[in-house]
T-cell receptor, first 113, second 113 residues
Framework: DAKTTQPNSMESNEEEPVHLPCNHS???????IHWYRQLPSQGPEYVIH???SNVNNRMASLAIAEDRKSSTLILHRATLRDAAVYYC??????????????FGQGTILTVHP | EAQVTQNPRYLITVTGKKLTVTCSQN?????MSWYRQDPGLGLRQIYY???????DKGDVPEGYKVSRKEKRNFPLILESPSPNQTSLYFC????????????FGPGTRLTVT
């Protein structure tokens, strides 16, 4: 499973876009990129995932670099409810560590009113 | 409502007293996992199961047991708890590996004195 590197913390103002970066330079060709977030006193929740192409859903967008060694989670308009720890992770679809999600320290996102 | 449930949510126990934390999912998911979360160490996988009767060790399996006799249930067993197992525990499930999102339970806060 690929090691991921994220900034320890980021800050944003409410209603502004937020770009959360993640490096996964050892990712292999069949590894999926997943993002999760953990709100205070809750379990992690799924945000978005992708393989090669950029992805959009109701929560966020995921931009994946052409070489797949990095990705960026985009929150288009941050709200106070988006304040959380955001985890970038990768997961294998075959071979050893099949299906395993390895979570790093994540990025603490603070949203200011 | 699709969900992962854990019981109990809070537990204080003494060293050496066997305990079981239950986990159940109602989404017919094949893949289930247990994680522990500790300050500064993030989320670490304890055990995972790819299907009924198929389990394997994660990153920190020492001192824990699991079983998967039914698809929906994945209990975590501490045969002889010790204080270093004081932690926040999360159960998670997903349809399969790789491209599927993972759903987490609400967490069980365990204190071993």
């Amino acid at each position: 499973d690929a090691k991921t590197t994220q900034p320890n913390s980021m800050e944003s103002n409410e209603e502004e876009p937020v770009h959360l970066p993640c490096n996964h330079s050892t990712i292999s060709g069949t590894d999926y990129i997943h993002w999760y977030r953990q709100l205070p006193s809750q379990g992690p929740e799924y945000v978005i995932h992708g393989l090669t192409s950029n992805v959009n859903n109701r929560m966020a967008s995921l931009a994946i670099a052409e070489d797949r060694k990095s990705s960026t989670l985009i929150l288009h308009r941050a709200t106070l409810r988006d304040a959380a720890v955001y985890y970038c992770t990768t997961t294998r679809t075959g071979g050893t560590s099949y299906g395993k999600l390895t979570f790093g320290q994540g990025t603490i996102l603070t949203v200011h009113p | 409502e699709a969900q992962v449930t854990q019981n109990p949510r809070y537990l204080i126990t003494v060293t050496g007293k066997k305990l079981t934390v239950t986990c159940s999912q109602n989404m017919n998911h094949e893949y289930m996992s247990w994680y522990r979360q500790d300050p500064g160490l993030g989320l670490r996988q304890i055990y995972y199961s790819m299907n009924v009767e198929v389990t394997d060790k994660g990153d920190v399996p020492e001192g824990y047991k699991v079983s998967r006799k039914e698809k929906r249930n994945f209990p975590l067993i501490l045969e002889s708890p010790s204080p270093n197992q004081t932690s926040l525990y999360f159960c998670a499930s997903r349809m399969g590996a790789g491209l599927y999102e993972q759903y987490f339970g609400p967490g069980t806060r365990l204190t071993v004195t």
